[in-house]
């Protein structure tokens, strides 16, 4: 053999390796990501924005925050946008999805007042995208309300439907010309269950099995209310999609005992399928088993009806089938059993449930144990899903990993290449209609009630440096690689 066909040979060999052990994107997959206002702007009470409930939650609740911080600077992106926009481009993302904050928008919240400076950053932001290539994506509504309407009962007040709907109708006339991609709501669990239940989030009320579902039905009500609103008017002209995005975990049964199989089908209704089910099933309204666990535990603390106020045949109507597709953030899988009824005491959302959960702790996980990789599982919630809600086409809107402050994030990219891997093949062997999946999140920001002490960025920022230095993790390599070359490593290493 010449040294010409050893190197011939290994040249072979090595291809044939790397054909096994990496595998190329669909050309129609898209690749982009994400940030939310109120983590990465600043610029609290600049030009004329209005208070938000959680400018409110951490100037006079700081002891809510881990660390005691807020998001008074966050990334000051607010001044920095312009070089935010540099580093989306130099990786090659080809989408970006943020927030508009409803305060800078509308200060007290309500449509007699616009703060033109608000309209006017917002649509510098999108001309900056679209002027480097990259598609906006907007989130009408994370998380940012504004402290006003928590005087009168926040997402518990039904008025909010037209409150929301006012102020989308707005954005969709500033920016829908330029705009063609909306999300109405980030995770209405979060907002509904932290928010109104649990109160670890803004605007920091505990009423659990009460307030949460009061804003469960109002939520979902907002979110119809804009699409319809969208779908009418706006659609027809701007040509543009909508839809919702539902933070959904996997629960797998822990055991092949029907009662645990049983549990962890009602963990899914209870997390996500209370959303999901009125917008995406083909009969809408709430999954059966949350309506009758909520009904039995209040008639046993002595309710009259149930906690979880009905939804009624027109609203059940109204909610179904308001979404371009499912909007999927997607971050973690739990183990699930079967929990006797806990004592009759005060109502509690978890003990209307019923389950016990868990996790595997050999699942790689990262500053937050909540937060692990499981491809298989995030494979299955796929098929979740396409079965049971009319096979939509699914956008994953979040995925991310919280690393300890290190620039070598290399469990991130384990992570991230362990997922793609999976929705690569729900797509490819299971027919899953899933070709979008953004990162989450371009730097790092200001993680609600844990504060800048949980990085999720690609970008790490210097929050004690005036001009909040960005600097490039080992992350950014591995997109900056993906996107150019668009290979995935098969592996999960
Ligand atoms: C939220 C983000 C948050 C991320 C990590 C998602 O639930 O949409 O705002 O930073 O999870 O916790």
Redesign the pocket.
Known sequence: MTIGSVTLLVIVCFCSVYAQSSRKLPDDFNIGVAT?AY?IEGGWNEDGKGEGIWDYMTHHHPEKITDGSSGDVACDSYHKYKQDVQLIKSLGFQRYRFSISWPRIFPNGFMNKVNQAGIDYYNNLINELLANDVEPMITIY??NLPQNFTNFGGWTNPQIVSWFTSYAKLLFESFGDRVKLWITI??PK?ICVFGYGTGIFAPGLNYSGVADYMCTKNVLLAHASVYRLYDKIFKPKQKGRIGI?I?SVWGEPGSDAEEDKKAADRMIQFDFGIYAHPVFHKNGGYPKVVEEYVARRSSAEGFSKSRLPKLTPKEIDYIKGTSDFYGL?H?STMYVKNKLPDPITNPCRIKDMQVHTYDDPSWLSGS?SY?RLVPWGFRKLLNYIKNNYQDPEIIVT?N?F?DYGEIEDNNRIKFHKGNLNAVLDALIYDNVKVKDYIV??LMD?Y??S?GYR?P?GLYHVNFTDVNRQRTPKASCGFFKDLLYTRKLAHDEN
């Open positions: 939310a983590q994370h998380w980030n995770e979060q995005t933070e953030n971050y937050i937060f979040e991310g919280p989450w999140s920001n993680e609600w844990e949980i999720f």
